[in-house]
């Protein structure tokens, strides 16, 4: 296989319009006065069930959590926002499910089994476990156990993060198995028959959206790192020499999808990684970091990951995984270059991006604290709540054809339970962006309903026949 020619403008990708800033590695990682405490998250997020602990009548299981009924929509519309830009709307990437469970040589040959590791240490006071780069040194320069201020440790040891199980009736080295610690690898084992089989020409990408399994030694934060998640991955194959454009390309492209779903620029940077802090198979990494309320963190990782994965997966199969140009007759390995993101963050990062409290009129002239989410429309769980003013029978028949009406076309809650204010602000809480309400001058004079908009709390009053419309027009259900 020779080295391929020089690149023609077909592999280059398009120019992008507007530069993104770089902060460099060492970047300030704290937060600063943020508007929402991670505790006013999790406590909005469990008292209206997006999110709370699995099995938690049993004491729950750390680093679990189950999500509600608007928790999967929100999940849902963050995953369908992901892959409406990186799938639908481009030519050139393809969607891909490869399986959870893969045939071990897979993680020997990605090097998981030798390298995917962090480094655990035990407190000999209390016995519990923590990864040692996650101790921080107090202002004394100690390093204190956060569980019972002990300060003698056991030296750190590999811990591989890899769960393993067993395939068929035994439990032995031949059945073993491993559960996914990334999406990635079903992409590269798959690329020959996928590019044969879609026809696409490199460059092109396959993405992925799927669960991945890590056994972390200390989950936290809420959602932000934990044991079983879901990831949004794409893996791009390039021509080898036009992988640092690619590269700054799709930096570009992740960036602005963001932007584009509402979340604050101010929030988000783009942090380069060190020398020594590169994986093994990256010739070039950038982390996307959300200023979340604990500190500046990883939301994506868009790593140039070479031709490593293709060339050890050839190597270990036996398999001949290159491309080969037919307009040019030559056959070579593309590099590869991966936007990786978590599903579980992204949603978390919307979510306090979006947190507001502030003070709104009351029905009486005074002010009360209302908290909102400014939520994308695309990513609200509900688009439009029906509110019968209550629950007289004169009203519900209207209020039940209504909502009938709209289902078909949004994401639609029926609500008629309390006051109309305290519904207001229930939907408030959850980010639904139009609450429609049905009253008596509905069905006894105008037939029309009073529509009012979540971000600027003015309401308008509408004709039955023209509410789906109506909504239509205002409503943004996608980023561009």
């Known amino acids: 296989m020779s080295e391929p020619a020089d690149p023609s403008p077909r592999d280059l990708p398009p120019a992008v319009d507007g530069a993104v800033g770089h902060v460099a590695p060492d970047a300030d990682t704290a937060a600063g006065e943020h508007d929402a405490s991670m505790e006013r998250i999790v406590e909005l997020c469990k008292r209206r069930g997006l999110i709370f602990p699995s099995s938690e009548i049993y004491g729950g299981l750390r680093g679990a959590w189950d999500f509600g009924p608007l928790g999967v929509a929100l999940k849902d519309n963050v995953k369908a926002a992901w892959k409406r830009s990186m799938v639908q709307l481009r ?11 893969m045939h071990p040589r897979v993680w020997e040959a990605s090097g998981h089994v030798a390298g995917f590791t962090d480094p655990l240490v035990e407190c000999r006071s209390c016995n519990q476990r923590f990864r040692a780069d996650h101790l921080e040194p107090n202002a004394a320069g100690e390093v204190v156990c956060p569980n019972c201020s002990g300060r003698e440790f056991t030296e750190p040891k590999a811990f591989n993060l890899m769960f393993r199980t067993f395939v068929g009736p035994t439990e ?10 990334e999406t990635a690898q079903g992409m ?10 879609s026809r696409q020409k490199v460059p092109f990408g396959i993405a992925q959206v799927g669960k991945s399994f890590r056994n972390e030694i200390t989950p936290r934060n809420f959602i932000f790192r934990v044991r079983e998640f879901e990831q949004m991955e794409m893996e791009f194959f390039v021509r080898p020499g036009t992988d640092e454009q690619w590269h700054d390309y799709w930096i570009a492209q992740r960036w602005q999808w963001y932007v584009d779903l509402g979340m604050r620029p101010g929030n988000l940077r783009i942090r380069d990684h060190a ?19 604990f500190a500046w963190s990883e939301l994506e990782g868009i790593a140039n990951r070479t031709d490593f994965d293709l060339r050890q997966h050839s190597e270990f199969s036996g398999k001949d995984l290159s491309y080969y140009d037919a307009e040019r007759d030559e056959r070579y390995l593309p590099y590869v270059i991966e936007p990786a993101a978590g599903v579980d963050r992204t949603m978390l990062a919307f979510l306090v991006d979006a947190y507001r409290e502030e003070q709104a009129p009351t029905a009486k002239g005074g002010t009360d604290k209302r908290v909102v989410l400014r939520l994308h429309h695309a990513l609200a769980p509900v688009k439009v709540a029906v509110l019968p003013l209550s629950r007289n029978a004169a009203l519900v028949p209207t209020a039940r054809r209504l909502n009938d009406l709209l289902k078909p076309r949004f994401d639609t809650q029926y609500d008629d339970a309390g006051a109309i204010g305290r519904r207001y602000r229930r ?17 006894e004079s105008d037939d029309a309903v009073t529509v009012r908009d979540r971000d600027t709390m003015t309401q308008e009053r509408v004709g039955l026949d023209r509410v789906p419309d109506y909504l239509s027009e205002r409503l943004r259900l996608s980023s561009r």
């Open 91 to 101: 030519d050139d990437v393809v969607p891909l499910d490869a399986s959870i469970l």
């Open 427 to 443: 939907q408030d809480e959850v980010g639904t962006p139009f609450c429609v309400t049905v009253d008596f001058q509905t069905v």
């Open 172 to 181: 032995d080295t031949s059945s073993l198995v491993w559960m996914r610690p």
């Open 188 to 197: 590269f084992v798959d690329f020959a028959h996928v590019q044969l089989t």
């Open 275 to 293: 020398k020594q802090e590169l994986s093994h198979y990256s010739k070039a990494t950038v982390d996307v970091e959300y200023r979340f309320p």
